[in-house]
């Protein structure tokens, strides 16, 4: 039982961002700039959302690869593929 209370909290998070994201990008009217802008805000707000989520509800540090980066170092990630 509560495992499908986690999971639930975690969907409805995500749901509720995703839709206030849509609606966002739907009342841009076709404004191809303002609906880029709208889309990636909406992907990274939803990506902390579940992080956030699964902070709270599982009751550890971090998701996947960003837990090993210490104190949200992502210059890893970043620089990498630079050098």
Do not use: K
Not at 8 to 27: D, R
Not at 35 to 45: D, F, K, N, Q, S
Request: aromatic share 8%; charged share 10%.
């Amino acid at each position: 039982m509560r495992l499908f209370l986690r999971l639930l909290a975690q969907l409805v998070v995500v749901s509720v961002v995703a839709v206030a994201g849509s609606m966002s990008v739907s009342a841009a009217h076709g404004n191809t700039p303002l609906t880029l802008v709208l889309g990636v805000a909406t992907a990274v707000l939803s990506l902390f959302a579940y992080a956030w989520v699964v902070r709270r509800t599982e009751r550890r540090d971090g998701i996947g690869e960003w837990s090993h980066c210490g104190s949200g170092d992502l210059s890893p990630y970043i620089y990498g593929s630079l050098s």
